[in-house]
């Protein structure tokens, strides 16, 4: 069969998967620290779910059967199925999971879900049709204390700066802000001044004024919008000054300053450096309702914001509750694809394997065999060496993997050796008491230094 190529739809090889999958157990090590229960939703959720969440909706990859399509096409009547689509985040399969199973879960709720999920946009560097997100969540039950707002962006901006990459920096704002200058400005479409500013990274400030205008805001709202998206700064106090220059106030702005202050000076005091505040960031999406976040790789901003998220009050209801929340997502296919294209990292092996036994003849096989057993009973990732050829083969074997220890059984009465194929050392080894160097256990990964 020809080997076709789906663009948007990554696959690393085994060296990248392992880059990739120190990540996930970093991410999910560090979440579970901070006390986020795992949990996973179903692949799929009903059309009228997804289309009502936002400019994301014209992205969905609807579901159908081959049946109905085929049935379709030839005009025969088929079998109407509910409309369901592929999950294109973590987020709103989350809400419906919140709500089917309020009664079961304990209020706040903290959940981290590490997922596939699929979105019909245009592939390009770090942007996929199909990638794995890794979210975390606290939901409250009617309500949700503020503090969260400013626990979460910390728990992300620690699992971010344990990776071996440059700097990652949290940035934050607060959609009541953005809400506040528009209503002292007399902007009336709201929704588009912040699916306007949302794009500045894209688009530059004369992309957007010209966006904004279609919407009605006139030059002079949008000068000051783009003003506004200037600052960027880690002083609350300068965030206060620079607003007040423009000439903006209100009860709605007041809020938003009080809460985005707060979250600043608190984060700068448990984490210094690892959140700055920044007032271009809107967040499309239209559920969010407090505090939103972006990211950014230090080094790489190039590649756009690899965490987002933040506070929603309304996403999850059920006609009698509302179950507040607050939640960032890890973009980790995006992360990872920088990581291995840089090069930022690079893994000490392409396989788990840390000895190949080598086997001296084929009669002799078991016996290698029986060692490997041996060596796995003691949790030593071991395999077994594919022919018994030389043992130069044999060793090129291993090297070529970056496997760093090959066994091999002595001859009748004589000791076993294992040799680290690195260093050359050779010693007797026996693979009931033989200890591998932690260090050399599992793959490691190591940043790349210029």
């Avoid at 690393?12 to 999958?21: A, F, N, Q, S, V």
Wanted: net charge negative; aromatic share 6%; glycine share 8%.
């Amino acid at each position: 069969m020809a080997r076709t190529s789906l663009s948007g739809f990554p696959e690393w090889l085994p060296e990248g998967r392992i880059i990739e999958m120190h990540v996930l157990d970093e991410l999910r090590r560090v979440f579970e620290l901070h006390g986020f229960a795992g949990i996973e939703t179903r692949a799929v959720e009903t059309l009228e779910q997804l289309e009502a969440k936002g400019e994301t909706s014209k992205e969905i990859y609807v579901l159908d059967r081959l049946q109905a399509l085929k049935a379709a096409a030839s005009g025969a009547r088929a079998p109407k199925d509910k409309g369901m689509g592929l999950h294109f985040d973590l987020t709103v399969p989350f809400a419906r999971y919140v709500v089917e199973n309020a009664n079961e879960l304990d209020f706040p709720f903290k959940r981290y879900q590490i997922q596939k999920v699929w979105r019909g946009e245009r592939p390009q560097d770090g942007r996929f049709r199909e990638f794995t997100q890794a979210d975390i969540d606290v939901v409250g039950n009617g309500e949700l204390p503020f503090h969260f707002e400013v626990d979460l962006p910390l728990v992300m901006a620690e699992a971010l700066n344990n990776l071996p990459i440059p700097p990652v920096r949290v940035l934050v704002n607060n959609r009541k802000v953005v809400q506040g200058v528009c209503e002292s400005l007399g902007v009336t479409d709201v929704e588009a001044a912040l699916r306007g500013l949302d794009k500045i990274d894209k688009i530059g400030a004369e992309g957007v004024a010209a966006e904004l205008a279609q919407s009605g805001i006139d030059g002079d709202q949008a000068a000051v919008l783009l003003q506004m998206a200037q600052i960027r700064t880690s002083d609350s106090a300068e965030i206060r000054d620079r607003l007040a220059d423009l000439g903006v106030s209100g009860e709605l702005l007041e809020e938003g300053l009080r809460e985005l202050t707060e979250l600043l000076d608190t984060a700068n005091k448990r984490m210094p450096g690892a959140v700055v505040a920044d007032l271009k960031i809107a967040r499309g999406l239209d559920y969010y309702t407090g505090s939103v976040y972006e990211s950014e790789i230090e080094g790489h901003e190039d590649l756009g914001s690899i965490c987002s998220g933040g506070r929603y009050d309304s996403l999850a209801k059920d006609g009698k509750r509302t179950y507040p929340g607050v939640g960032l997502s890890i973009g980790v296919s995006r992360l990872v694809s920088r990581m291995i294209s840089a090069p930022m990292v690079t893994a000490s092996r392409k396989v788990p394997t840390a000895v190949v036994v080598a086997v001296i003849t084929e009669d002799q096989r078991e016996r290698s065999e029986a060692i490997a057993a041996a060596l796995r009973a003691r949790g030593i990732s071991t395999d077994v060496a594919p022919s018994a050829a030389k043992f130069g083969k044999q060793i090129k074997f291993a090297d070529k993997r970056g496997i760093p220890f090959v066994w091999f059984p002595g001859d009748e009465g004589a000791a076993d050796t294992v040799k680290d194929i690195r260093s050359g050392e050779q010693v007797e080894a026996d693979p009931a008491t033989w200890t591998i160097p932690a260090a050399d256990a599992v793959p490691s990964i190591e940043k790349v230094t210029d």
